[in-house]
C-alpha cells in the first residue's frame, strides 16, 4: 500500500525558514516525478511550487524562486522544501506529490502539512 506523509509544517515568522520533508512508502521513489503543491485557501486551486523529476532538472513557481529548494533522497524515499525568507503570502497547506514516470495514473498525494507566516 502506498503511503505519501508530510510533516515539518509550523507557524513561522516573516523572513523565516522551514524544511518540509515527505516520506513515501510502498513505491519505488527512482520511479516518481516529485512535486510539491500548495493551497493558500479553501476552494483554491492547488498550486505547483517546485517539482523534482526522476531525472532532470528542478523548477520552481516565479514566486518561490530564489527562495525555496526542493531535493529528494531516493535511498530514504523522501521529499523535501527548503523554504527560506518565507512571505505572508507563503501561508499555505502544503502537498507532496509523486507521480510515475512511465504510467501517471498511479499518482498519490499527501494529506498536507500546514505553514503559517504570521508576525
Known amino acids: 500500500q502506498v503511503q505519501v506523509v508530510e510533516s515539518g509544517g509550523d507557524l513561522v515568522q516573516p523572513g523565516g525558514s522551514l524544511k518540509l520533508s515527505c516520506i513515501v512508502s510502498?513505491?519505488?521513489?527512482?520511479?516518481?516525478?516529485s512535486r510539491w503543491y500548495r493551497r493558500s485557501a479553501p476552494g483554491e486551486q492547488r498550486e505547483l511550487v517546485a517539482a523534482a523529476p526522476s531525472t532532470g532538472t528542478t523548477t520552481y513557481a516565479e514566486s518561490v524562486k530564489g527562495r525555496f529548494t526542493i531535493s529528494r533522497d531516493n535511498a530514504k524515499n523522501t521529499i523535501y522544501l527548503r523554504m527560506n525568507s518565507l512571505k505572508f503570502e507563503d501561508t499555505a497547506i502544503y502537498y507532496c506529490n509523486a507521480i510515475h514516470s512511465i504510467t501517471s495514473a498511479r499518482e498519490y498525494w499527501g494529506q498536507g502539512t500546514q505553514v503559517t507566516v504570521s508576525s
Open positions: 510502498g513505491m519505488n521513489l527512482n520511479e516518481y516525478h
